[in-house]
């Protein structure tokens, strides 16, 4: 079975090193610049097995983002890691009440993040 994420970040690098870290660990990647362009992603079949979204982005940030995916009952369910330079015990905390499976701070070893992938692949299979 092929596992699928959508990788949500509004810098281009940051979104070219996290998909080849997802694919080291064979997930497939569907990329995403901002959060209004994930959320329409998500109302497209088939969804994604994961999303990994940062928070600090323009226009609609990783934090609003993951409460509209939290409310629709379509993504609900979605596994999402959190990936940002807001690591402070508040904003951890914050995370895990709207819903994140796993928070990663930035800057990440690459084994670290594959790692949390894998584990949260195999946390929703």
Do not use: Y
């Not at 079975?1 to 064979?26: K, N």
């Not at 997930?27 to 497209?44: H, I, K």
Request: aromatic content about 2%; some cysteine; hydrophobic content about 50%.
């Amino acid at each position: 079975m092929t596992v699928r994420a959508l990788v949500v970040d509004d810098a281009a690098d940051i979104r070219l090193l996290l998909r080849e870290v997802c694919r080291l660990v064979g997930v497939e990647v569907e990329e995403a610049a901002s959060g209004s362009d994930a959320l329409v992603r998500l109302t497209v079949d088939p969804l994604p097995d994961l999303v990994v979204l940062d928070v600090q982005m323009p226009e609609l940030d990783g934090w609003e983002t993951l409460a509209a995916i939290r409310r629709d009952e379509r993504t609900h369910g979605l596994p999402v890691i959190l990936c940002s330079v807001r690591s402070r015990p508040a904003d951890l905390a914050r995370a895990r009440a709207l819903g994140a499976n796993e928070v990663v701070p930035k800057p990440f070893a690459i084994e670290e993040f594959a790692q949390v992938v894998q584990q949260v692949i195999e946390g929703a299979a």
